[in-house]
């Protein structure tokens, strides 16, 4: 059966999905963006820096599990990738309202 789809053929709603750690705030949750955007922030830094440490730790024979080094180094740059997409999101909205008229 189709998740949101009941027997009988009714659609009820769903759930929206998160990731694990993804940062999501509820309304009213007292944090603020810059709190929140520096929390991320600071998650992706320890991701790359988990994936360098990998690749060190590979380099120099510590460790050979190739899977694990490249789970991280991909994790890392799947973030570092979403990061500066929400900078460019967030730089076309400031220059956005740079350009309205008051």
Known sequence: ????I???????PVAPLEAPGAGA???GSG??????LMDNLNEVNRLQREADQGV??????ETD???????AVNKAGIAFDLLMEVRN???????EIQEMRV
């Open 56 to 61: 060190a730790a590979l380099m120099t024979g």
């Open 89 to 95: 999101k967030l730089l076309d909205a400031y220059r």
């Open 31 to 36: 944090k603020d963006f810059q709190s929140l």
């Open 1 to 4: 059966m189709i998740q949101g």
């Open 6 to 12: 009941t027997n009988a053929g009714m659609i009820r």
């Open 25 to 27: 705030v509820a309304p």
């Open 65 to 71: 599990d190739v899977a694990e080094v490249m789970t």
